[in-house]
């Protein structure tokens, strides 16, 4: 398997990881032990927004795209591949403070309701 196929299948995961932390709570409405993984998950994810790090799986992509003969991108996964599409170019502070708190936000509401539903 050729490396950039690799780092195209970590893009892959690591999108599908963004989307777990941000909706993995809805998980719960079908399995009850969801929050288990799902909450370490956003936490994590909460983290490098607010603490401005960079997720493990960026230099991974970064190292199998150069094996690949191609060049990496500087930044982070989000800035990178999803700032682009949602936002203006730049990734500042104050943007990363804003979808940290929108991962915190969705995910309160969305526990609330399945705590809701299960009572």
């Known amino acids: ?10 893009v892959l995961v690591h999108a ?22 799902h909450i370490p998950v956003a936490l994590w994810g909460g983290w490098i927004e607010i603490s401005g790090g960079i997720c493990p799986l960026t230099p991974l992509e970064n190292w199998l795209v150069e094996l690949s003969g191609s060049r990496g991108y500087a930044g982070g996964f989000i800035e ?13 502070r104050t943007v990363q ?5 929108l991962v915190v936000v969705v995910n309160v509401l969305v526990y609330a309701w399945v705590w809701r539903e299960r009572r």
């Open 16 to 37: 599908a990881f963004v989307l777990l932390v941000l909706l993995g709570g809805l998980l719960a409405f079908r399995w009850r032990r969801a929050p288990l993984l």
């Open 80 to 92: 990178h591949y999803l700032l682009p599409v949602l936002y203006p170019p730049g990734l500042t």
């Open 97 to 101: 403070y804003a979808l940290a708190t």
């Open 1 to 10: 398997m050729g490396y950039r196929v690799l780092a195209t299948l970590v």
